[in-house]
């Protein structure tokens, strides 16, 4: 029975390490062992920083990554701002049928891919599109409006793009705060502006922490949107790795910039989870 | 703000408003896209031209429909072979961890849990790259010491199966873990004693219990598979899956047989969706 | 005496349905008041209207005489004890007892003093910075009280605070809630569905049933004299028959009840004639039980029959007697021990007097 215990425990162990292993743990390490690697001759290699001495060299990389990293965080304000009093009507407001109704309309839009939301943005936003049309018929413009390829647009797109990922962890939160709760905070005198920052905000932050990681990251790690939906002056980060790899065949340096990207968004994550006393296995798990 | 508080008539009004507005921004894209796979026209655009089913059944220039469109549905097919892949070994995985961290104390128990969940807080394009430089040094390392070409392990479809699944197993673990955790272990010891084997007992009554968790997973695993981009883009080779194909195509400029096939990705993924619902009611 | 609450024809309709009818009630200053009744009764209801949380079809509430019809929950001079006490989580117990406080713009020293004070009172000193889930049950409610009595309302609803504890707490809590009513000398009004809650601690109690009340009084007054067959039913045990009027002689009655057993009542002063339908309560403390039949020659209500049952409970013992025709009736047993051997099958003798017994006439 014991040794069966054991055999058990191995089977199961095996496929975790493996993938682990094989598929995020040694890549990282190679990856890792490549961005501190320099060509110093056809063929020939050195072990260097010069790679990440190109990144800190080079203004328009440093900008890129600083610009990718603010607008990210300003992606993710945005979201929470929009999908906070959203997901409070879900979980709190909205009763029954109308309730899983409209947590499911809220899903709905991000079972299909995000390049047709984008695709989607871009019929609405562009000279051509639906906007400026409408513009046009109402007498608000004369000629077509370009909407498109702008960081507003970029915004727009974003913060669509992530809108389930904030709205899912909130409704979740906030569905489990007990309504007599919020009853006893005006039970005892307070006004909705006090109930909603003593206690329904402290009880959804680990709805917000979670919903706010998952935003940044995926608005970081973006590629689609900003090169669908942005200007030629909102160039993102994970553009710069793109052209790195596939169109310069710089596998170095593209390494060292993925190197970047990844230690960006595990210092945010870190910093937020630690900010606010939350850990990855309660946030994420 | 509950509905047993009583408020102004102005602020409910306008939370209303808000809601409504709210789930026009939701659904507006989506219509746009849907509306204009309709329209009788080379670009998806106003002025409306007239109605079509072109887009979908047409089979001459300038309007060929998806269905005689050859590079899209080869795409749809790619993209329907390595969504089943990832969806199943990410799905057989996924239970496996979710015993393993259910039913075993171990040492290292929480480390390998939270390396578990890192996936989800690596952006999927470092993903892409770390798998790319990792076969690439190992393709490259069988070239130079056995002079074996491991075609396997260039940019292709298994590699873009194997990125997939790096991340996804992730979310299978957790939609596994959850069902899981709420599992009465008792009833497996009454099995048990009813003179079942472990193994029979796990067979019989745990996995039945978790079916409705799996066949979730399985058809997340697959939407999600479908509709990635940022990891696929980065280790695809020749054979484009859908969301490439489109991507290259929209980059050359759009016609209404992107929206065809949108408006056919939409239909597809709700019913997936409604199936997993369905069949998580009856479980 | 003056009152602290009046509720006059207070009345909701949810739909088609309504939940409380045309309830008017009073409540004296420094009472405490339970409104005692099966669920769905309608005793939630009134208590969410007096906080604010539903609006009234009709009917006013009144505290201290001031209507508070139009007045949101956060500016009535009432406090709750949530059923399941809804102490904030999110926030240890000196800021859940100061959150109040703090509403009313108190400064930060007077709400540490009020708060270590009402602390003191409840005999829970020194817990300030504890948080929520390290108390006990019993803590918990007295910290959720504390909440409410630090801001010094004219009234405290209590909504069956004590129906999450476990039974030897909940006694424990019952005699401690009168005590703290007094030493607050607040108004308390108390819903619960359990009868020896309500009995304990009220001053004044009113049953309730569909939404109305059946009848307001005292513990006593429910007890031995109850208005109404719902009332003498749901207000402790007793021995239940119906049946057919077959004699009315003044003031007392005899009823034969369908299984052929024939009863003497008295009536009360209710008007019951011969063939009219009605309904008979006997508590089963009001029988007296005897080896031999000549010991019961005072009483007008005499069954011979065998122990078909021992139901032991310490002091509150009981038996029950099935009688030649097959029916049973519960008896408590007296404390003298006198029948402590008594054994299964054993013959006994009952007996009780005709105003042992209340009759109703059966409604419907």
Not at chain 2, 101 to 128: D, H, K, S, W
Not at chain 3, 44 to 70: C, H, Q, V, W, Y
């Amino acid at each position: 029975m014991r040794n069966q215990a054991r055999l058990g425990f191995y089977l199961l162990l095996t496929p975790l390490l493996l993938w682990l292993g094989l598929l995020i743990i040694i890549p990282h390490i190679d990856m890792a062992l490549l961005s501190l690697r320099e060509r110093v001759g056809v063929g020939r290699y050195a072990s260097s920083l010069a790679n990440y001495g190109t990144f800190f060299g080079e203004p328009l990389y440093m900008w890129t990554f600083a610009r990718t990293a603010m607008m990210s965080v300003l992606a993710t304000v945005i979201t929470l701002i929009i999908a906070f009093p959203v997901s409070y009507y879900i979980a709190k407001m909205a009763k029954g049928r109308t309730q899983s109704a409209l947590f499911l309309l809220c899903l709905v839009p991000f079972w299909v891919s995000e390049l047709v939301r984008t695709f989607g943005w871009m019929i609405l936003l562009r000279e051509t599109g639906l906007f400026s049309s409408l513009l046009q018929w109402a007498g608000l413009a004369d000629g077509p409006v370009e909407m498109l390829y702008n960081d507003a647009a970029m915004m727009v797109g974003l913060v669509y793009t992530s809108m389930l990922f904030m709205v899912v962890p909130l409704v979740t939160t906030l569905e489990s705060l007990d309504d007599a709760v919020i009853e006893a905070g005006y039970d005892l005198g307070g006004s909705g502006f006090s109930v909603l920052r003593e206690i329904v905000i402290p009880h959804a932050m680990p709805g917000i922490v979670s919903g706010s990681i998952v935003v940044f990251m995926l608005s970081l790690g973006n590629y689609l949107t900003p090169t669908m939906l942005g200007g030629k002056d909102s160039l993102w980060f994970t553009e710069l790795i793109y052209s790195q790899f596939i169109v310069r065949f710089n596998w170095e340096l593209g390494a060292a910039f993925g190197f970047m990207l990844l230690f960006l968004s595990s210092v945010i994550v870190w910093g937020t989870l630690r900010l606010t006393g939350q850990t990855l296995e309660k946030t994420m798990g | 703000m509950i509905p047993s508080i009583p408020q102004p008539r102005l602020i409910r009004t306008a939370y209303g408003a808000y809601i409504v507005l709210f789930f026009i921004y939701l659904a507006l894209p989506l219509v746009v896209v849907a509306a204009f796979a309709f329209n009788d026209s080379q670009f998806p655009s106003l002025p409306w031209e007239g109605f079509t089913w072109n887009w979908f059944f047409g089979d001459e220039r300038p309007m060929i429909g998806v269905f005689h469109e050859r590079s899209i549905l080869r795409a749809i097919g790619t993209s329907a072979f390595v969504g089943i892949s990832v969806a199943l070994l990410s799905v057989a995985v996924g239970t496996s961890n979710a015993f393993l961290f259910n039913r075993y104390q171990f040492r290292g128990r929480g480390f390998l849990y939270v390396l578990m969940l890192l996936p989800l807080v690596i952006p999927g394009i470092v993903l892409g790259i770390s798998i790319l430089v990792f076969s690439s040094t190992v393709a490259n390392g069988l070239w130079d010491g056995v002079k074996y070409d491991a075609e396997i392990l260039r940019p292709g479809l298994v590699l873009v199966i194997l990125g997939q699944f790096s991340f996804i197993t992730t979310i299978a673990t957790l939609v596994i873990s959850a069902r899981l955790q709420k599992f009465d272990q008792t009833l497996e010891e009454a099995a048990l004693n009813l003179g079942a084997d472990r193994m029979t007992a796990v067979r019989t009554i745990t996995l039945p219990y978790l079916m409705p968790a799996m066949v979730g997973a399985v058809v997340v695993a697959f939407l999600m598979s479908f509709e990635n981009f940022n990891t696929t883009l980065m280790l695809v080779g020749s054979d484009a899956p859908l969301t490439i194909a489109m991507f290259d195509r929209l980059k050359e400029g759009s016609t209404p047989l992107l929206n065809a096939v949108s408006l056919l990705l939409m239909l597809g993924s709700s019913v997936l969706a409604l199936v997993m619902i369905a069949f998580q009611r009856k479980g | 005496m003056a009152t602290d609450l009046d509720c006059n024809t207070l009345t909701k309709r949810f739909g088609d349905t309504t939940a409380v009818r045309d309830v008017s009630f009073s409540v004296e200053q420094g009472s405490f008041f339970s409104i005692l009744g099966p669920s769905g009764c309608g005793k939630t209801t009134i208590m969410r209207m007096i906080a604010g949380f539903l609006e009234p079809t009709g009917g006013d509430i009144r505290i201290k005489g001031k209507s508070m019809l139009n007045v949101p929950p956060n500016k009535r001079p009432v406090n709750m004890v949530f059923q399941h006490l809804a102490l904030f989580p999110m926030m240890n117990i000196a800021e859940n007892i100061g959150y109040g406080l703090r509403r009313a713009g108190l400064p930060k020293p007077e709400i540490t003093r009020r708060v270590g004070e009402v602390l003191e009172r409840v005999n829970l000193p020194g817990i300030e910075n504890r948080k929520v889930d390290e108390l006990s049950g019993g803590q918990k409610q007295r910290v959720a009280i504390a909440r409410c009595m630090v801001l010094e309302p004219d009234v405290l609803l209590l909504d069956e605070p004590l129906g999450a504890l476990d039974l030897k707490l909940r006694e424990h809590m019952k005699i401690e809630l009168k005590a703290l009513q007094a030493t607050f000398d607040t108004t308390f009004v108390y819903i619960t569905h359990d009868q020896s809650e309500a009995l304990v601690m009220s001053d004044q109690i009113a049953v309730m049933n569909g939404g109305v009340f059946e009848q307001v009084g005292t513990a006593r007054d429910l007890y031995y004299r109850p208005d109404t067959a719902f009332v003498a039913g749901f207000v402790g045990d007793s021995n239940r028959w119906r049946g057919k009027v077959e004699q009315a002689d003044g003031d007392r009655i005899a009823l034969r009840t369908a299984e052929g057993l024939l009863i003497n009542s008295a009536t009360q002063g209710r008007d019951l004639r011969p063939g009219e339908e009605a309904e008979i309560f006997l508590r089963p403390e009001a029988i007296r039980v005897a080896h031999d039949s000549a010991d019961l020659a005072q009483f007008d209500n005499r069954i011979s029959g065998e122990v078909s049952s021992l139901l032991f409970n310490g002091a509150a013992s009981r038996i029950l007697v099935r009688d030649e025709i097959g029916e049973e009736i519960e008896v408590t047993l007296p404390q003298s021990g006198e029948f402590a051997n008594l054994a299964k099958g054993a013959p006994v003798h009952i007996g009780w007097g005709g105003d042992q017994t209340t009759c109703f006439a059966s409604r419907g």
